[in-house]
């Protein structure tokens, strides 16, 4: 009851910032004949080896015929220096090959009987002599991703997301699976955002400046001065390009607040403008071609938002009877700010919400968390 509460709590979260759904969210636990036929299938092509029931990516022999690092241009030699020291690493020909199956010790809980079929390299009558070995294990972490994309998304996908943290190893091994599987890459662009910082400094809790969405939403946060809406939240996100760090502070996000007024303020206006005979201001044709060139140069919403205001400086001008704009001007106007704020950025009028009861609410559940695992302990 207390994980659904919270996975409701996030669904709520995504809703209110107008996130999209996904079709499916699966589960990797859910998936583990998927992953059972991914490592069988490197197995088969010699990419593979078995040490101590275990199963490993040999990346050496995966270099002599492709290249592992071309994500994060990172060279054989690099990619040992930062492997990490972990368990099974004396199970392992180099330090850099990484798990794909592991076999499970007897007190590990989530474990599956599996049987892999080891080629040796020698041939008899055409065909690989293997050896059979069957085992209790578990996929390896960056297994469930390649297999799971690859069931639902077919062996090519347009677009895989991230943060910048995942792009070495994560993702350098779902390249080098998808290749080592099934012969060529899965994954056509691979889109990484950067991280998040509260007032300049790292997110996190041991910085005690944790803030969730919530949290934002009824200004509940020590750190935080107000309540900030969801679009507000959204807008200021916008702002800054994806590859971007976002710094969340109060003057900015108050800043964001009152970008976004502007913005909707000048959408509201358009209604009240009575068109004229001609546009005799400049800017109003090339609006439309300016943003999506933006959106087209990877994603640039910062870059949109700026010709939006350029399109709300214009608005106002008409407003002080300054310039006046064509009937066919005005509509092109409506319907640019329609098309980008809605349709293209996710911007939705806000009605009033409860949050503040919701997050009163959360804080007696986290609170009955807390001495439940005490009790446990």
């Known amino acids: 009851e207390v994980v659904q509460y919270y996975l409701n709590r996030y669904h709520k979260a995504m809703e209110a910032l107008n996130v999209l759904p996904p079709s499916i969210e699966p589960h990797a636990s859910g998936h583990i004949a998927e992953q059972q036929q991914l490592v069988q299938e490197i197995l088969n092509n ?15 022999a995966y270099n002599k015929k492709h290249k592992y690092g071309i994500l994060s241009n990172r060279t054989l030699e690099n990619i040992k220096d930062a492997s990490r020291e972990l368990d099974g690493v004396g199970e392992k020909r180099n330090q850099a090959d990484f798990a794909l199956w592991k076999m499970a010790q007897p007190e590990h809980i989530m474990k599956w009987r599996t049987t892999f079929y080891i080629p040796n390299g020698h041939y008899e009558t055409g065909k690989k002599k293997v050896r059979q070995i069957t085992k209790d294990g578990f996929p390896g972490w960056h297994c469930e991703c390649t297999a799971m994309g690859r069931k639902y998304l077919g062996e090519h996908c347009d677009i895989h997301g991230g943060g910048m943290d995942l792009i070495f190893p994560h993702h350098e091994c779902e390249i080098a699976q998808a290749i080592a599987s099934q012969g060529n890459e899965m994954v056509r662009y691979w889109m990484h955002n950067n991280m998040i910082t509260i007032n300049g ?15 934002f939403f009824a200004g509940s946060h020590p750190l935080l001065t107000q309540a900030y809406s969801p679009m507000t939240i959204r807008f200021f996100i916008l702002q800054a390009h994806y590859r971007s760090t976002v710094d969340f502070g109060n003057e900015a996000l108050q800043a964001a ?3 976004l007024q502007r913005l909707q303020d000048a959408m509201k206006s358009l209604e009240r403008i009575t068109p004229g005979k001609q546009t005799t201001i400049e800017g109003v044709k090339e609006l439309r071609q300016k943003c999506y060139d933006a959106m087209n140069d990877d994603l640039n919403t910062p870059i949109v938002i700026a010709h939006l205001f350029d399109g709300a400086r214009i608005i106002n001008t008409v407003l002080d009877k300054k310039a006046t704009l064509s009937a066919e001007d005005l509509e092109e106007l409506k319907n640019l700010f329609h098309l980008f ?19 009163a609410y959360g804080k007696v559940v986290d609170m009955l968390l807390e001495q439940r695992m005490k009790a446990k302990a």
């Open 201 to 215: 400094q790292k997110m996190g809790k041991s910085y005690n400046n944790f803030i969730n969405l919530s949290e």
């Open 257 to 259: 607040e009152k970008g």
């Open 46 to 60: 010699g990419f593979a080896y078995e040490s101590n029931g275990s199963i490993y990516f040999d990346i050496e």
């Open 341 to 359: 704020m809605y349709d293209v950025l996710g911007m939705k009028e806000e009605t009033a919400n409860n949050e503040a009861c919701e997050e």
